[in-house]
């Protein structure tokens, strides 16, 4: 599985954007960008994937670079709700397995 | 509502035993995944089963095994084999290529 590369850390603070980076320099041309997040002690929760154009949802946007070697999660306004592990994971057009990294924990300051 | 149910949230084993975590889901899906996670890293994947009565090894499969013997379930038994069992333990289902959804997770403690 192709591998992703995110910071250990990041932090915030509280109703500012936050940008959430992935370096994925070994992407293929038919996998897919995932980000989950994880609370403590909960399951992974799905936030939002791509392939090849930015993409916006209820929760976030996803900016995926013109080379695909790297993206971009946004959070437009952070909220204390926010506070999690971000995983950046690429996934195959046809497969269904996923590669967890250690994600990045993201820390939002009141 | 439709979810994943994982249960029991906490579980406590004596070394030696056998043990068995179930995973059910009523959201129609049908691919099922079981994985594990430690303190501070990421989930890695047990086994899997993207249909009824087949399942594949994940990247950890050594001293766990499973049964899909309906769509809904999915247990997971942590064999005495298994040498280091205490972790937290996520299901997942899903629609073939679609996002994942998981349960709460089971914690395991060896006594």
């Known amino acids: 599985d192709a591998k992703t590369t995110q910071p250990n850390s990041m932090e915030s603070n509280e109703e500012e954007p936050v940008h959430l980076p992935c370096n994925h320099s070994?992407?293929?041309?038919?996998?897919?960008i995932h980000w989950y997040r994880q609370l403590p002690s909960q399951g992974p929760e799905y936030v939002i994937h791509?392939?090849?154009s930015n993409v916006n949802n209820r929760m976030a946007s996803l900016a995926i670079a013109e080379d695909r070697k790297s993206s971009t999660l946004i959070l437009h306004r952070a909220t204390l709700r926010d506070a999690a592990v971000y995983y950046c994971?690429?996934?195959?057009?046809?497969?269904?397995?996923?590669?967890f990294g250690e994600g990045t924990q993201l820390t939002v300051n009141p | 509502d439709g979810g994943i149910t994982q249960s029991p949230k906490y579980l406590f084993r004596k070394e030696g035993q056998n043990v068995t975590l179930s995973c059910e889901q009523n959201l129609n899906h049908d691919a099922m995944y079981w994985y594990r996670q430690d303190p501070g890293q990421g989930l890695r994947l047990i086994y899997y089963s993207q249909i009824v009565n087949d399942f594949q090894k994940g990247d950890i499969a050594e001293g766990y095994s499973v049964s899909r013997e309906k769509k809904e379930s999915f247990p997971l038994t942590v064999t005495s084999a298994q040498k280091n069992p205490t972790a937290f333990y996520l299901c997942?289902?899903?629609?073939?290529?679609?996002?994942?959804?998981f349960g709460d997770g089971t914690r395991l403690s060896i006594l």
């Open positions: 994971i690429l996934r195959e057009t046809s497969g269904s397995r996923l590669t």
């Open positions: 997942a289902s899903s629609l073939p290529s679609q996002p994942q959804h």
């Open positions: 791509g392939l090849t």
């Open positions: 070994t992407i293929s041309g038919t996998d897919y």
